[in-house]
């Protein structure tokens, strides 16, 4: 299938570390987007990443893309007790996305 | 920003009733809507892909008869769950794709759903 997975499943971390969520998929895409989830919550997206570019950044948030290995990294740095959530990536998939399993994200004050 | 709301957030019923559930888009026109199931720690599951004015197009393994998913409008898509059980609690989510700001989808909040 085309679903992305992302490692690790679970991620559990001090206030101010940086954390770093990767994502692989199967087949050739023209974008790949991060969204965030908090527990019991719609989605938020995060940040869309063509299949051109090779890093992208907004605010503490930097995502890489690697179009030959076909993964992408998600960091968040200087991370805060409110950056605790659900991590996906999503893929292209027809008309629509196919998310990954996620990274449940854990920032202990 | 685009918004996407989601109604009602919660919501409790006996085994064998109907629940709908209402997603609007509030700020632009979404010709396409999605429907998602989410169980406790995985992922979102795509259900159906609404598009207004036609027939869901519902993904495999998917009951239609019980799931039914209408888009009447360009703002509007509903899911109704019906004659619940059980086994149909879980966390619904709706999403719609605002063609005019490029290929994002936005998100409703969700809707647990428990049936009793």
């Known amino acids: 299938s085309q679903q992305g997975e992302e490692d690790p499943q679970a991620l559990s971390i001090q206030e101010g570390e940086n954390a770093t969520m990767n994502c692989s998929y199967k087949?050739?895409?023209?974008?790949l987007q991060w969204y965030r989830q908090n527990s019991g919550r719609g989605l938020v997206h995060l940040i869309l990443?063509?299949?051109?570019?090779r890093e992208k950044h907004s605010g503490r948030l930097r995502v890489t893309l690697d179009t030959s290995k076909k993964s992408s990294s998600l960091l968040i740095t200087a991370s805060r007790a409110a950056d605790t959530a659900s991590y996906f990536c999503?893929?292209?998939?027809?008309?629509?996305?196919?998310f990954g399993p996620g990274t449940r994200l854990s920032v202990l004050p | 920003g685009a918004v996407v709301s989601q109604h009602p957030s919660r919501v409790i019923c006996k085994s064998g009733t109907s629940v709908k559930i209402e997603c609007r888009s509030l700020?632009?026109?979404?010709?396409?809507m999605f429907w998602y199931r989410q169980f406790p720690k995985q992922s979102l599951m795509l259900m159906a892909t609404?598009?207004?004015?036609?027939?869901?197009?519902?993904e495999q393994g998917v009951e239609k008869d019980k799931f039914l998913i209408n888009h009447a409008s360009l703002t509007l898509s509903t899911l109704t769950v019906t004659s619940a059980h059980p086994e149909d609690s879980s966390f619904y989510i709706c999403?719609?794709?605002?063609?005019?700001?490029?290929?994002?989808?936005?998100f409703g909040e969700g809707s647990w759903l428990t049936v009793v």
């Open positions: 087949t050739s895409i023209n974008n």
């Open positions: 700020d632009f026109q979404a010709t396409t």
């Open positions: 999403s719609a794709w605002d063609r005019g700001l490029g290929n994002t989808i936005y």
């Open positions: 999503a893929t292209p998939w027809g008309q629509n996305f196919v």
């Open positions: 609404s598009n207004e004015g036609s027939k869901a197009t519902y």
């Open positions: 990443i063509r299949s051109n570019e």
